[in-house]
């Protein structure tokens, strides 16, 4: 079974403060993301990854940075966290499309964490 | 830009009925959906995949059906149970690189 690690289910920071979210994959995943939830928003996705050391911008990356110095490992981080990056983060892993085989576009959730910023 | 919606944002169900739960989609060279289940708290579950080549697919208790015509997919819950009640969202795939695009969900209730 694929399995998606995030290091914290609940995190509570201050307005400022520099937050790491760390996500890791056991299935040598090529692909992986980072998502935020909102109620009423649904998942938008912030960062994606398609090698190590390679990064994309997904359709909120504002206020957001990531780093994938490690295959298994995809970290966000909040340089100066805000009350509104206050959300539920879920990270997700995909192995690389290989076409019209199913489960290889898959994506594989974490467990979430949801971080407070006060 | 390309959405992906569902007919209903609520479905409450009766122990042992089927559920239906809908989503539309905008666009038409979409060619993977996924459906995920997303209990309270948890992060979503992969429930059950199809491609567009394909119009309707079967795992344990569920079933996927894509109809390409009006741009619809549905999944179908047979015999739904208490552990069924969730989230459900569905998700699409047009291009290349393994990006999906997220409905909001629909919240399925189970009355037992």
């Known amino acids: 079974d694929v399995k998606v690690t995030q290091s914290s289910r609940y995190l509570v920071k201050r307005t400022g403060e520099k937050v790491f979210l760390e996500c890791v994959q056991d299935m040598d995943h090529e692909n992986m993301f980072w998502y935020r939830q909102d109620p009423g928003l649904g998942l938008r996705l912030i960062y994606f990854?398609?090698?190590?050391?390679?990064?994309e911008k997904g359709d909120i990356p504002e206020g957001y940075s990531v780093s994938r110095e490690k295959k298994e490992r995809f970290s966000l981080i909040l340089e100066s966290a805000s009350t509104n990056q206050t959300s539920m983060y879920l990270c997700?892993?995909?192995?690389?499309?290989?076409?019209?085989?199913?489960?290889?576009?898959?994506?594989?959730f974490g467990p979430g964490t949801r971080l407070t910023v006060l | 830009g390309e959405s992906v919606g569902l007919h209903l944002p609520t479905l409450s169900v009766q122990e042992g009925d089927n559920s239906i739960i809908n989503c539309a989609y905008s666009?038409?060279?979409?060619?993977?959906f996924i459906w995920y289940k997303q209990e309270s708290g948890k992060g979503p579950q992969f429930i059950i995949d199809i491609r567009s080549n394909m119009d309707k697919r079967q795992g344990q208790r569920v079933t996927v059906l894509l109809n390409k015509t009006v741009k619809h997919l549905s999944l179908q819950i047979a015999a739904t149970q208490p552990g069924d009640s969730a989230v459900y969202f569905c998700a699409e795939k047009y291009n290349q690189g393994g990006k999906l695009i997220f409905g909001q969900g629909t919240e399925l209730s189970v009355k037992p």
């Open positions: 666009n038409s060279a979409s060619d993977y």
């Open positions: 997700a892993s995909s192995p690389l499309s290989q076409g019209p085989s199913l489960n290889t576009d898959t994506q594989y």
């Open positions: 990854s398609y090698d190590v050391k390679m990064k």
